[in-house]
C-alpha cells in the first residue's frame, strides 16, 4: 500500500514568508508525528498527533509554528515569518496507534529560507 | 549534558566483522527504546525496538538494554557494505515524545 506522502519536496522562500508542508500518513494509522532534521544532526521532534488531538506542543521551536490534522489524516505543519535558522528537512511519520508502535517516515520536505 | 549521547563517527569496520554502536541516555524513567538506520537523502527506518534489560536479536542485528547504566547498544554481525549507513537512537519520553540522538555514521569497509 501507500506509504507516508509529503509536499512539497522541495521549498524554497524567503525569510519573513509562510509557509505550509503537508502529511498524508499511511490509511488507517492514528498517530502521526512531524520532525525536523538540520543537516548533519539528528532529529527534532516537533509535535504528536493521536487522531485530531496534539497532546504535546511543547516541542514546537516557537509560536510561529503551529500544525493541525483534520479527520484523523492529513496533517498541515505551519510557519509563520520564516528565518533562516528555520532551513532544514521537516520529516513527517506516522504509526497505526501509539508512539511505540512502528513509525513509518515519508521522504521530507526540504525547506530553504533564503 | 545531552539527552541522548552517540559518539557521531565515522565508524569504519571491515566487511564481516561486527559493528558495535553505543547510546547512554539520561532520562532514568525511560521505557522503550529505539534503533533507526538512515542512508544517506533518505528517510530513518526503524530496525529494532527494545523495552526491557538484556539482549534482542533480530536477524543480524542485537540490541543491548542496560537500564541501571543507562545503556542501549546495538551489534551488528557480519557487517556488510550495506549496512553503511547513520544509526539513530532514540527513546520514548511518557506517551507522546521521541527523543532522538544526534546519530553514529557507520561505513563497512568491503
Known amino acids: 500500500g501507500a506509504g507516508v506522502s509529503q509536499s512539497p519536496s522541495n521549498k524554497v522562500t524567503e525569510k519573513g514568508k509562510d509557509v505550509e508542508l503537508r502529511c498524508d500518513p499511511i490509511?488507517?494509522?492514528?498517530?502521526l508525528y512531524w520532525y525536523r532534521q538540520s543537516l548533519g544532526q539528528g532529529l527534532e521532534f516537533l509535535i504528536y498527533?493521536?487522531?485530531?488531538?496534539?497532546?504535546?506542543k511543547s516541542g514546537l521551536p516557537s509560536d510561529r509554528f503551529s500544525a493541525e490534522r483534520t479527520g484523523g489524516s492529513v496533517s498541515t505543519l505551519t510557519i509563520q515569518r520564516t528565518q533562516q535558522e528555520d532551513s532544514a528537512v521537516y520529516l513527517c511519520?506516522?504509526?497505526?496507534?501509539?508512539?511505540?508502535?512502528?513509525?513509518?517516515f515519508g521522504p521530507g520536505t526540504r525547506l530553504t529560507v533564503l | 549534558q545531552k539527552e541522548v549521547e552517540q559518539n557521531s563517527g565515522p565508524l569504519s569496520v571491515p566487511e564481516g566483522a561486527i559493528a558495535s554502536l553505543n547510546c547512554t541516555y539520561s532520562?532514568?524513567?525511560?521505557?522503550?527504546f529505539f534503533w533507526y538506520r538512515q542512508y544517506s537523502g533518505k528517510s530513518p527506518e526503524l530496525i529494532m525496538s527494545?523495552?526491557?534489560?538484556g539482549d534482542k536479536e533480530d536477524g543480524r542485528f542485537t540490541a543491548q538494554l542496560n537500564k541501571a547504566s543507562q545503556y542501549v547498544s546495538l551489534l551488528i554481525r557480519d557487517s556488510q557494505p550495506s549496512d553503511s549507513a547513520t544509526y539513530l537512537c532514540?527513546?520514548?519520553?511518557?506517551?507522546?515524545?521521541?527523543?532522538f540522538g544526534q546519530g553514529t555514521r557507520l561505513t563497512i569497509n568491503p
Open positions: 498527533f493521536q487522531g485530531n488531538s496534539a497532546p504535546d
Open positions: 527494545i523495552y526491557s534489560n
Open positions: 532514540a527513546y520514548s519520553r511518557g506517551a507522546q515524545k521521541l527523543v
Open positions: 490509511s488507517g494509522h492514528t498517530a
Open positions: 511519520a506516522s504509526s497505526l496507534a501509539t508512539l511505540t508502535d512502528t513509525q513509518y
Open positions: 532520562d532514568r524513567v525511560s521505557q522503550s
